[in-house]
């Protein structure tokens, strides 16, 4: 459609073996006079429409169906780097997490039992089968914790309240950085196409896919119309500080598409660094307990033959 071809011929175009029934609905609705963005927001991938929905009821078709394509597209890239940069990290851990758990369960009790036939000291080595136990038992709690508290946290209500606390008290938390990134990322795709900013805010307050987004629009919003100005509602709103600071001088810059791109660049190579650290963390502690088995194993299977050689 892009390229100058009508609806009708587009339908033609794309029609193949495996959507010709879907293809043919429409087009039997359309002749029945309805409006061709609600029957393709009702046939369109889940994905898609979330993000088609919102932008579709201030702008025309083409220009939703380009917005929720790109960012779906983006998304998808954003949750590769994520998962390529935290695949190993996470399965390293995960392992050596296990490992360290066996370990303590059946290889150290043995090695203790030998070691107490030969009247050895093994006061720090329980003390150190002790301190994995609590680790373990430490890292099931967390993750109960967590799991327990994203099941509360499904609510949109109680997300936004929590994440309305914590911005308060956390200013710049992660997840303050997450949901800026995602505000920024919508709202630069409104500013390309020409959409002011009301408008822009009034689009991004009906995503229901995005809570924490449609409520930071919401809350600029609500600003705004107590009369306070944008550089006033900025630094109200609950986001992130620098995003605040580029969106001010996007304000008055010619291009204000260029300093929110640089705003996404900027959290882009941010969050490769913290994948960096992160892998980098990870990877130290994992091989710190690995290394603490092996001279474990090795210190206590060698004490008999030591005690053995003194006699």
């Known amino acids: 459609m892009n390229n100058g071809f009508s609806l009708q011929d587009t339908l033609a175009v794309i029609q193949e073996k495996r959507n010709e029934a879907c293809i043919r609905r429409m ?3 359309m002749e029945e006079g309805e409006s061709f963005a609600e029957i393709f927001r009702e046939n369109c991938p889940r994905a898609v429409r979330v993000y088609f929905e919102g932008f579709s ?23 590769e780097q994520l998962q390529k940069g935290l695949f190993y990290p996470c399965a390293l851990l995960a ?30 080595y329980e003390m150190l089968m002790h301190a994995m136990n609590g680790m373990f038992a430490l890292l099931v709690i967390m993750l109960s914790a967590g799991g327990i508290a994203v099941v509360y ?18 200013p710049d938390s992660l997840l303050s950085c997450h949901v800026s990134e995602q505000f920024c990322r919508f709202y630069l795709e409104c500013v390309r196409r020409g959409i002011p900013t009301r408008r822009s805010l009034d689009i991004l307050k009906t995503m229901a896919a995005k809570p924490l987004v449609a409520y930071t629009a ?8 107590a009369g306070r100005g944008m550089e006033s509602a900025l630094a109200e709103a609950p986001a992130e500080s620098r995003l605040k600071h580029f969106f001010r001088i996007a304000m008055y810059a010619e291009e204000s ?13 941010r969050t490769a660094r913290r994948i960096a650290l992160f892998s980098r963390a990870v990877r130290l502690v994992c091989y710190g307990l690995i290394a603490v088995m092996l001279v474990c194993v090795y210190g206590m299977l060698m004490m008999p033959v030591t005690m053995i050689q003194n006699i």
């Open 27 to 29: 087009r039997e609705r």
């Open 57 to 79: 009821r201030y702008a025309d078709f083409t220009d939703s169906l380009a917005i929720a394509l790109h960012i779906v597209r983006q998304e998808k890239e954003r949750r």
């Open 95 to 124: 392992s050596v997490g296990i490992g360290v758990r066996l370990f303590s369960l059946f290889i150290l009790p043995s090695l203790l039992s030998l070691m107490k036939e030969f009247s050895a000291e093994t006061a720090s």
């Open 153 to 170: 946290l499904q609510d949109p209500k109680r997300l936004c309240r929590f994440y309305e606390e914590l911005d308060r008290r956390i």
């Open 218 to 225: 919401a809350s600029m919003d609500a600003l705004l119309m």
């Open 257 to 269: 598409t260029v300093m929110l791109e640089g705003y996404l660049n900027m959290v882009s190579i």
